[in-house]
Structure formats: C-alpha cells, structure tokens
C-alpha cells in the first residue's frame, strides 16, 4: 500500500473526497478531481489522519467484571462467545426483542445493512434502530409525506450556486461544512441573495443578505407567515399547483390568519422584516430552502419542514433546476443509514417493514421465511428509554454511536444502559458509552476498511482501505458475521464488495435502488447518485406523480420558559468538533478547549458574569457548569451549548416528533447562575487524550 488512495473524509455528510497515502499513520492530499469538494477540505478532514497513532487504541477485546470494575483482555472467540450467550440468554428469558441493537449514522451502507439483517434474520429482534433517527429524520418523514421519496438533497449541492434566493433554515454551513460554503460565495457573486434563518447569528450569516434570528422553535410559524404574504402578494404559481400538487386550497386557508404582525409576536420576526423575506423570493425566478437540525430537531420538525416545503412547492420550485427543496444531511452516511435497514420500522431499499411485498422480497435475498422477520420496533430514543424496563429489552449491542453524549436527557439514557444485564459496544477506543459496557469489541476505523458511503446528495461513493489497521482489530462486518455464525445458520459475508452486492439485490425494485451500482461503477464514475443525479422535474415519487402539500399548524416547543426557567436553551455544533467528539477529541492538532454557555451582553450583565467566568446552565432534566462566552450574535433570550461534551444532552428534552420521533435537542426551557468556579469538565472524560 504505497500509492495514494482516493478516498473521503471520516466525519460529514459532505463526503469530501482526499488522497491517503502511507502505511500507518496516513498522509492526507488533496483529490481535485472529486466533484464534490474539488481538493477543498475543512481543517477536521486536513487533520484526520490524527485519528491515527493514538494511545488509546483498542487492540482486544475487553471484558468487565461488574464487581471490581476491572477490565480483562480476551480472546475474540472467548468474546463472542459471551456476547452470543449473553444474547441467548436475553432471548430465554424476554423472548426474541429482549435484544436489541443500535446503529450509527456513520456506519458504511454495507455495515448497517448487515446489522440489520442480523438484527431481523439473525437475531429476531424488532429492536433496531440507530442515530441518524436524531439527525434528519424529521425531514425524512416530511419528504417521504410531500414527495413520496426522501433523499436530502434531490439534486447535486452545486446546484446551490444557480439559485437567485438561497434561504437556508438551522443551517451553520460555514461552520460545519465550510468547502460547501464556495457554494454561497459563487452565488453571491453571480447577483444571487442568501437568506440565513437561525436564532443565533453564525459565521454563515456573514455570506447572508439577509439573517433572521426567530425565537427558538418558531420557524413553523415564520413559514406560515411567509406563505401568507406570497399568497396576498399573488407570487404563488397557481398554474404549477393545479398540475403537480394536491392539497393546496387547504394550505392556502391555513395560513390565511398568519399576518405578519402575528408572525412577529410569536417569533420575534419584525413585520417589515418578513416584507422583505417575502418580497424578495416573491420577484425569484429560483428560489431553494434547504433545511439542517436547526429547523428539524423540534418536536415539531417534521410539521416545520412540510411548512417550508409549502413554501417551495406555492413557488413552483421544486423541480426547477437551481431551486427547491433540500435537507442538509449532517452524519457521514446519515443517508444511506437511513436506506437499507438500520431504522425500526425499514427494510433495505428504504422499503417499509410492514409491507407485505417488501418482507417477501428481502426474506428471499436473505434466505429466510418471511414470517419469521419481525415487524416495526420502537424508534432510537423508545428504544433506549425501554432498556432494562420489564416489557423492553435486557441486552443492547451498540454499533457507531456514543450514546451517553449524544442521547437527550443522557442521565436517564446512561441509567437505562447501566440497568441492563449485558451491553456490547464495538469501538475503536474506550468511549464515554463503551466505558459502561460489559465488553467492548475493537474494531477497524475509516482508512483501515473498505465501504460505501451516500453523501447528502445521494451520491454513493467508496472509502478505500489505505492502511493497515493494528493487530487484534477486526471489522464490523467480521463482528456481525462472529455473532450470526454463533445465532443462527443466516449467511453473513465478511467482504464489503460482496455485501455491497447483497445489499443491492435486497434493495433492487425499492425507493432506494441500488441494484445498478458497483464498487467499479463508482470508481470510474467518481461516485454514482441513486434514482439519478436530479429528481421531480417531471414527476413526483407518488403513484399520481404528484406532491402532497399539508396545512400544519404552529404549536411551538413542547417547553417554553417560565419563572423557574426564563430562558430557552439551543444546542449546536462547532468547527472543530463533530458529533459526540469521540474521533475528533482524539485529533491533537484540532482545538478541543472544552464546552462553553454562549450568553448575550444583556444576560450576560444581569447575571454579572464576562466571558470566561464561571457558569450554569439547568433544565427540568439536569445541569451542568462551563465557562460564559459573551457575545452579541446571539438572542438575549436564548443560550447555547454545544454538544460534543458530555453535558450538553443532559439538559436536553426528551420530547419527540409525533411523526419522526425525533427528540427536540434545538430548544427547551432553562436558568443560568453564576458559580465560583468549573471545578473540572462537566463528568470526568474516561477518555484519555492521545
Ligand atoms: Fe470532512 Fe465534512 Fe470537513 Fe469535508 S466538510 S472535510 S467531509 S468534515
């Protein structure tokens, strides 16, 4: 392994591409040739052969014994040996969904869809479901109930620069995906205008004309007034409607009482602010929204995203090239783990496990009766809440995700995975989740293996091995294979192109097909989209071929302040982290200062704290300490952690999405108080720093 592999980068949905090159620790190089980011990389993807050389790499399998807390090397069949008795044993006593199993939106399409074709074949659990369910899920339902598809973006990102109005909801792309903010800047420069719409004023709104900053969790209702105005303006494209929508007049009727003087009481939004809003997408030949977690991670997300679908499909955009609707993907592979199996209630192919004709289709690629598969399981954050319950399951098998930082209202989620009579977690180091487990697997990483990934386009494209991974490792699809082979007689393949075959198979004839493509296809054609490069221009994913429109309602976030609790608590990311921190806090050349509470100068000054000083932030659900940082782009009424610490989802709502069950992480209610001091990080980081 000399020469320099074309490959992507380990963290977002962006995928960008790079060269790798050396035998252990890898060379990173640009690769301008990759469409998608032309050699760009932010400073994660630049600094991410860090991931490398580290310390605190796992090289065997762990076991704990419950009394001493002590750890224990052994071998991998005295692993899985256990784990497959533990799950066994889970079986006896609670049936087949006394196991479960939770997945990662990082995960390769071949790793996910092999665990959960060991979760259903295998194992005969119901009980799966994953990560992603936290990230974009919300704006899965919603494209799948207004278009009858979800893939986030429905055309190529670079699209963006064709747009004359670009309005971007809860998005912070010059932080968390800066290559794709060149995209903005060519925009720009072409006389196009950019809309920002987030209660904070990030560095994305510096390439904005025009920045919204709405109360947390008011976006629904600044939808609703946007439409109200376009309709009395006469913008809606009515021609459009009749001949590729249905629902209309009921949209049309439910936001007739949306004034903008209403819409400024409810959000903060001044009235001539959102004349203008609505004045300038009205006088567009191409308008696109595209929605992130900062519109979608509400309960009430799903309802917010049809809202501003609303507000595309009365423009006549969706369709037209260089406007639309779009949802800005966050996690590496949150779209293609989301297509093939990991979701509770999804086959692969994004086919519904319900559907008589999709079990029938799958059940024959995996060999297997159709009767035996299970039916739907109970969404990621049911899932855990039910962990260890009499009625829920007593063995968890954990797959890319760090839960105890990333789950809401982690001290219950943390009490729920410790209340379990086994937990098994495959991971790369000792994270904060495998630090409660009873054995921790250690397995291969992103350059050490081979697999697919679907970026926020729908672009498939291959991860190539680079290197060679440590002695003791195996990968994930050796681990899913160990654990089948000992559970069943279902045949597992350990090779990701062979999977990646089986996987298009079980996926052939689906909303998601990826019959077509090959490892081959993708190398040549640098990456191949799924259902084509550009979708709806003539048809939309309904059997009529036509979009749904829905009136939904403004309801607000399921906490909003009071005495107690005067202000609402946001949660986000930042530039040189991502996700729960787990890979990036290990990177020495990325800033890893800690978590903050992001206060404005007037709460700031109530308060009597400056930046740096100590203090705390408290919800109905928990508390945690950190140093103030003052700054005047934030509303007066809101605070911001991030969450790549543990801490932040300690404080975080439970609440969920009726139709996404997705937690309401973006907004709840909370008070501040100055404290003497951070006497240290918010819990003690079992993990030590490479
Ligand atoms: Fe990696 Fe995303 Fe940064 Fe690109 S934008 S280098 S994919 S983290």
């Known amino acids: ?8 980068c380990p963290y977002c949905s962006l995928q960008c591409g790079m060269r790798l090159e050396g035998r252990r620790v890898p060379e990173v190089s640009a690769w301008e040739e990759f469409p998608v980011n032309r050699g760009a990389l932010c400073r994660k993807g630049w600094s991410a052969a860090g991931l490398y ?33 533990g799950f066994r044993a889970a079986r006896a006593d609670r049936g087949p969904d006394g196991v479960a199993v939770f997945g990662g939106g990082g995960l390769t399409n071949e790793k996910a869809y092999s665990l959960g074709k060991l979760a259903r074949a295998a194992l005969g659990t119901s009980q799966i479901d994953y990560n992603g369910r936290w990230c974009m899920s919300s704006a899965a339902s919603a494209g799948i109930r207004a278009f009858g598809l ?42 196009g205008r950019v809309v920002v719409v987030d209660p904070r004023r990030t560095p994305t709104a510096d390439r904005a004309d025009l920045t919204l900053q709405p109360v947390p969790g008011t976006d629904l209702a600044l939808a609703l007034g946007v439409l109200h105005l376009l309709v009395a303006g006469g913008a809606v494209e009515e021609d459009y409607l009749a001949a590729r929508t ?32 609505a004045a300038m997408l009205a006088g567009s030949p191409r308008v696109m929204v595209l929605t992130a977690r900062g519109a979608e991670q509400h309960s009430t997300g799903s309802d917010t995203v049809l809202a501003w679908i609303n507000v595309a499909l009365a423009l006549g955009m969706v369709g037209k090239r260089g406007a639309g609707y779009g949802c800005l993907t966050g996690q590496g592979n949150g779209q293609g783990g989301r297509e093939h199996g990991q979701k509770a209630d999804q086959l692969p192919g994004y086919r519904r496990i319900d559907d008589p004709a999709a079990r029938a289709h799958v059940a024959g690629v995996w060999g297997v009766d159709p009767d035996t598969l299970p039916g739907p399981g109970r969404s990621a954050y049911e899932l855990l809440d039910a962990l260890g319950t009499p009625g829920g399951p007593s063995a968890l098998l954990v797959m890319g995700s760090n839960i105890v930082v990333s789950a809401p209202r982690a001290t219950h989620v943390t009490e729920r995975l410790e209340s379990l009579d086994l937990l098994v977690v495959c991971d790369v180091v000792m994270s904060e989740t495998a630090a409660l487990a009873d054995v921790v697997l250690p397995v291969t990483q992103w350059a050490e293996e081979t697999g697919t990934m679907t970026n926020l386009e729908g672009r498939v494209v291959l ?42 198979r079980a996926s052939a004839g689906g909303p998601a097909d990826y019959s077509a493509i090959t490892y081959d296809r993708i190398r040549d054609e640098g990456g191949v989209f799924w259902g084509g490069e550009r979708l709806f221009a003539e048809s939309f994913a309904h059997p009529d071929g036509r979009a749904r429109m829905y009136a939904v309602e403004h ?39 800690g978590p903050f509470i992001e206060v404005h100068p ?17 919800t109905r659900r928990g508390t945690m300490s950190a140093p103030a940082r003052v700054v005047p782009t934030i509303r007066p009424d809101t605070v911001f952690v991030p969450f790549h610490w543990v801490g932040a989802n300690r404080l975080t709502n439970d609440a969920l999405d009726p139709a996404s069950r997705m937690p309401e992480f973006k907004v709840c209610a909370a008070r501040l108080a100055r404290v003497e001091e951070v006497a240290q990080r918010p819990s003690p980081d079992p993990v030590a720093r490479a």
């Not at 790499?57 to 497959?84: F, I, N």
């Not at 490792?473 to 990701?496: C, E, H, K």
């Not at 709460?603 to 740096?612: I, M, P, Q, T």
């Open 150 to 191: 979800d893939r986030g973006l429905p055309f190529p990102l670079a699209d963006v620069e064709e747009a004359d109005v670009l309005v971007l909801v809860g998005s912070n792309l010059a932080e968390t995906m800066p290559p794709a903010a060149r995209h903005l800047d060519r925009l720009r420069e072409r006389g």
């Open 463 to 504: 991860r190539q091995r680079a290197i060679t991974p440590p002695p003791g490792v195996r990968s994930d699809l050796d681990v899913i294979a160990g654990l089948a082979s000992r559970l069943s007689s279902v045949p597992f393949s350990t090779d990701p192109e062979e999977v990646f075959a089986e996987l298009g």
């Open 246 to 277: 249905t629902g209309w007049p009921e949209v049309r009727e439910s936001v007739a009482a949306w004034w903008p003087e209403r819409v400024e009481r409810v959000t903060g939004i001044e009235a001539h602010e959102l004349r203008a809003f």
């Open 53 to 85: 050389g580290g310390r605190d790499r796992l090289t065997s399998p762990l076991v704990r014994d419950r009394e001493t807390g002590e750890w224990s090397a052994v071998s991998w069949d005295d692993a899985l040996d256990r784990v497959a008795a």
């Open 602 to 618: 007037l709460l700031a000054a109530r308060l009597g704290v400056d930046s740096g000083d100590p203090l705390r932030v408290s």
């Open 555 to 593: 309801r607000g976030a399921a906490e909003q302040p009071c005495a107690d609790y005067p202000v609402h608590l946001t949660t986000g990311r930042v530039l040189a982290q991502y996700q729960s921190g787990a890979q990036t806090r290990r990177v020495r050349s990325l800033p890893d200062d």
């Open 1 to 8: 392994m000399g020469a320099a592999v074309e490959t992507h």
